[in-house]
């Protein structure tokens, strides 16, 4: 059985109208044109499914039936429509994103601010992880992109456009006041205690990569998940962190903690936003990504 969606369409209407004339109205075609697709329908059914009334038309036994199950479809299409529009207007719809959480802080929530006041619906969903993660969430197709820091292993499976910079270094308290106004040399580093990263984060593989360069392996007394616990950790003098400088800022400003001056800074290193090469974004993730790239 071979039948139009549309004959469905006219019957839909027409059975929850009880009229010819209203479902023609609704539909914006002849009141003819009605007749003849619901004759077609019956035809096809090989059955009726209207009897007339003198206020309209009625179900038949058989038209009830049919209506029970082709009510609930219609209904279903109109709603994935109504849906649809909604998502194609920003009234609707969902992010997910993929950030640690120092491109989280420094660079993306302004970003989030601004977009969540123009588009309160919108439902924005942040996987806080280091970037070997984020990447595998991308990768997954979990997350329509990703915030991430460099250093990180290129793929054809992603794009990344650069998007700011931030730069790593050692800061400290009191305790070693000691190396405040003199050059440390970073073999130097070696014989300090450290406070840095776990070893699965980007920051951590690229202030290692550039101490071994130099011929230095840090031996950390403490590893941390966040930057904002190693900052603290630093506070309280329990050791020479390695941060974005960023983390550090307010406590350096406050003079709780002094930032070491290296014989040789550790170069700037990017952020960027990582995009997929084989996975959709969502029609709202193109729009947050119009405004930072």
Same mark, same amino acid.
């Given at each position: 059985?071979?039948?139009?969606?549309?004959?469905?369409?006219?019957?839909?209407?027409?059975?929850?109208?009880?009229?010819?004339?209203?479902?023609?109205?609704?539909?914006?075609? *002849?009141?003819?044109?009605?007749?003849?697709?619901?004759?077609?329908?019956?035809?096809?059914?090989?059955?009726?499914?209207?009897?007339?009334?003198?206020?309209?038309?009625?179900?038949?036994?058989?038209?009830?039936?049919?209506?029970?199950?082709?009510?609930?479809?219609?209904?279903?299409?109109?709603?994935?429509?109504?849906?649809?529009?909604?998502?194609?207007?920003?009234?609707?719809?969902?992010?997910?994103?993929?950030? *640690?959480?120092?491109?989280?802080?420094?660079?993306?929530?302004?970003?989030?601010?601004?977009?969540?006041?123009?588009?309160?619906?919108?439902?924005?969903?942040?996987?806080?992880?280091?970037?070997?993660?984020?990447?595998?969430?991308?990768?997954?197709?979990?997350?329509?992109?990703?915030?991430?820091?460099?250093?990180?292993?290129? *793929?054809?499976?992603?794009?990344?456009?650069?998007?700011?910079?931030?730069?790593?270094?050692?800061?400290?308290?009191?305790?070693?006041?000691?190396?405040?106004?003199?050059?440390?040399?970073?073999?130097?580093?070696?014989?300090?205690?450290?406070?840095?990263?776990?070893?699965?984060?980007?920051?951590?593989?690229?202030?290692?990569?550039?101490?071994?360069?130099?011929?230095?392996?840090?031996?950390?007394?403490?590893?941390?998940?966040?930057?904002?616990?190693?900052?603290?950790?630093?506070?309280?003098?329990?050791?020479?962190?390695?941060?974005?400088?960023?983390?550090?800022?307010?406590?350096?400003?406050?003079?709780?903690?002094?930032?070491?001056?290296?014989?040789?800074?550790?170069?700037?290193?990017?952020?960027?936003?990582?995009?997929?090469?084989?996975?959709?974004?969502?029609?709202?993730?193109?729009?947050?990504?119009?405004?930072?790239?």
């Amino acid at each position: 059985m071979n039948v139009s969606l549309e004959h469905y369409r006219v019957f839909y209407y027409a059975a929850k109208l009880k009229s010819v004339t209203l479902a023609s109205e609704r539909l914006y075609i *002849s009141q003819p044109a009605v007749s003849q697709s619901l004759k077609q329908l019956e035809q096809s059914l090989g059955c009726a499914l209207f009897f007339r009334t003198p206020k309209g038309v009625r179900l038949t036994p058989e038209g009830e039936v049919l209506f029970g199950y082709i009510g609930q479809g219609i209904d279903m299409i109109m709603s994935g429509e109504r849906k649809l529009e909604e998502m194609l207007n920003l009234e609707k719809g969902e992010i997910r994103i993929g950030a *640690s959480d120092m491109t989280l802080r420094f660079y993306l929530l302004p970003f989030l601010e601004k977009f969540h006041k123009s588009y309160p619906d919108i439902k924005i969903s942040v996987s806080n992880a280091p970037t070997p993660e984020t990447m595998a969430f991308l990768k997954a197709g979990r997350i329509d992109f990703g915030i991430v820091s460099a250093p990180f292993d290129e *793929s054809s499976d992603f794009k990344s456009v650069p998007v700011s910079e931030v730069t790593d270094v050692f800061v400290a308290g009191s305790r070693f006041s000691w190396l405040k106004d003199k050059t440390v040399s970073l073999c130097e580093l070696e014989r300090l205690p450290t406070i840095c990263l776990e070893g699965n984060t980007s920051t951590r593989r690229f202030v290692d990569d550039f101490l071994k360069e130099n011929n230095v392996i840090l031996k950390p007394e403490f590893e941390l998940a966040t930057s904002d616990l190693i900052v603290k950790f630093a506070e309280r003098d329990m050791g020479i962190a390695s941060v974005v400088r960023s983390f550090a800022e307010e406590s350096v400003k406050s003079g709780a903690l002094f930032e070491l001056k290296l014989e040789k800074e550790l170069p700037a290193r990017k952020i960027c936003i990582l995009t997929s090469t084989k996975n959709p974004i969502s029609l709202a993730g193109n729009k947050l990504l119009k405004t930072m790239i």
